[in-house]
């Protein structure tokens, strides 16, 4: 529903500060992303990945 979601999106924006985020971010070479994918499939990852290309 439209209100939850809202909501929700709300709170992520309120609690997110670039300190936060850039604690719950990976960054991984692009030759990693077949392997991290499987992860990420298996429900083993968590937080922010960013693939660098």
């Known amino acids: ?16 500060t670039p300190s936060t985020l850039d604690a719950l971010t990976e960054i991984v070479p692009l030759e990693a992303v077949p392997e991290l994918a499987d992860q990420i499939l298996k429900g083993e990852t968590r937080g922010r990945i960013v693939v660098k290309i």
């Open 1 to 16: 529903p439209f209100k939850e979601r809202e909501a929700a999106w709300a709170r992520l924006a309120s609690g997110l």
